[in-house]
């Protein structure tokens, strides 16, 4: 059923012939007590005009009005340019045909028509009032979907994190992994070493107890010495103890790197320190390649420049998430070997780095969509496409920017720009 059905009222209508005088009387009638106005049809069934009780008033209200005007056709005193809607129209299209074209005051309704043919009258305030709900209706409605879309924005943004996360815990549990590896290794060694050396040690106890024995004969103790030496000529010493310090040299530089990662994961993380830090970028940039070193490595070779920067507020473990995005993206885009630069500097305004890369780059169809939520060309399960975007959000409630350039088949740069200046940091629109 048509939404404007409702509206329709089989109000009668005239002939373009009918005098204002029957028009005129037939208003008064009760049954059009309500209407405005009432429609002027031809021999097809086609409006042609409209006379409202407004126009019918003001030529009885003339001089001799009923005499000079009341014989005289509807053809001549109607309104032609008809307010007249098809049947089939939506409520909303209805209504914004007539608001467009009523004339004010409001004197008269519109016209339902269905193939061009009178149907009924329409009150316009009717359809205001119906058009009023369905928009308030509308905005309920609105309302719910945004508040949907905010918790499933939120969930999202929060699977992203946790992805990352994952990603972040896995890079690191593997970069963790290789000095554990060895540092294990050294101690076995080293366990294994002193399991000999208490062989070499039970030896001499052997011989010193037969020494300092009165019972002992010249053959007990040229057996004693004889085991000794057996012991020794088996044993190249000189190594040992070279392998040895070799060995908790290595053992030390692997728990030094294991603490090094420890605390790198720490400042990335900034757990345990306020939300927003004094920092220096270079210090970000530092954290960002420790934690993606295991994505870098292979295949990336990273290359330095980092200017003096003055330390700035911000909130330091968004950065940091910001920073490895790029870092990543940037290895990402890489297919077999390349360089990433990193390049920090500032000017009296701003702090700037930029991370540029010598991967595939970016096409300029694509570039314009890389900043929008979802957008990704990574396969499923490499990419969710929410990194730049929520890079981009972090930025700009820095009050910085992030631009990019790329071409195709070069590498892609991008340069963020944080103020020097304090920065106020919402976070919960990120956290
Ligand atoms: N350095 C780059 N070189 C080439 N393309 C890039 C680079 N950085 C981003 N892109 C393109 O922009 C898209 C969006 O990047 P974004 O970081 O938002 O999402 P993603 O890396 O695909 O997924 P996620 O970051 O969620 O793991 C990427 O899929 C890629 O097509
Ligand atoms: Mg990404």
Redesign the pocket.
């Known amino acids: 059923m048509s939404a404007l059905s409702a509206f329709a009222v089989p109000v009668p209508v005239f002939t373009p012939d009918a005098t204002i005088n029957e028009v005129g009387e037939r208003m008064l009638q009760a049954d059009l007590a309500n209407a405005l106005s009432v429609a002027v049809v031809n021999a097809a069934g086609v409006p042609v005009g409209m006379i409202s009780r407004h126009q019918l008033n003001d030529i009885f209200m003339k001089k001799f009005g009923r005499d000079l005007f009341g014989n005289r056709p509807v053809s001549d005193f109607m309104r032609t340019d008809v307010l007249s809607v098809e049947m089939d129209s939506s409520l909303s299209a209805a209504a914004s045909f007539i608001t467009a074209n009523m004339h004010f005051p409001l004197s008269e309704d519109f016209v339902i028509t269905e193939n061009g043919r009178y149907l009924g009258m329409g009150a316009v305030l009717h359809l205001l009032g119906a058009m009023e709900q369905q928009m308030t209706r509308n905005v309920a409605d609105l309302n719910r979907a945004y508040t949907q879309l905010a918790s499933s924005q939120a969930q999202l943004v929060q699977s ?1 994190k946790m ?2 996360l994952g990603q972040m815990v896995a890079g690191v549990a593997h970069e963790i992994n290789t000095p554990l590896g060895y540092v294990n290794n050294n101690v076995e060694m080293v366990r294994e070493f002193f399991a000999q050396m208490q062989f070499i040690l039970q030896a001499h106890e052997q011989l010193a107890a037969t020494l300092l024995s009165p019972d002992a004969t010249d053959v007990d103790i040229a057996e004693c010495l004889a085991a000794v030496d057996d012991m020794k000529a088996d044993l190249d010493f000189t190594q040992w103890f070279s392998d040895l310090d070799q060995l908790f040299n290595d053992t030390f530089y692997g728990v030094e790197q294991i603490s090094e990662l420890v605390t790198g994961l720490k400042n990335f993380s900034r757990l345990d320190q306020s939300p927003t830090d004094n920092v220096s970028l270079n210090d970000c940039v530092e954290n960002a390649l420790l934690i993606g070193r295991n994505t870098l490595k292979y295949k990336v070779e990273v290359l330095k420049r980092l200017g003096d920067l003055p330390q700035i507020r911000c909130a330091a473990s968004q950065i940091n998430q910001v920073l490895l ?1 790029l870092l ?3 290895a ?2 890489i297919e077999d070997r390349g360089y990433i630069l990193i390049k920090t500097w500032c000017d009296d305004r701003m702090a700037y780095v930029s991370v540029q ?1 010598t ?4 096409p300029p169809e ?1 570039l314009r969509r ?1 900043f929008d939520p979802f ?4 396969p499923v399960g ?8 929520i890079s981009f959000k972090i930025i700009q409630q820095h009050n910085g920017h992030i631009r990019v350039a ?1 071409e195709v088949g070069k590498g ?1 740069r ?1 340069v963020l720009a944080l103020p020097l200046t304090s920065i106020a940091v919402p976070l919960s629109a990120v956290a």
Request: glycine fraction near 16%.
């Open positions: 992203e992805a990352a995005n990543t993206n940037a990402q885009a890369d991967g595939c780059g970016i694509s890389i957008y990704t060309t990574k490499e990419g969710t496409g929410l990194g730049l975007s790329s892609t991008f």
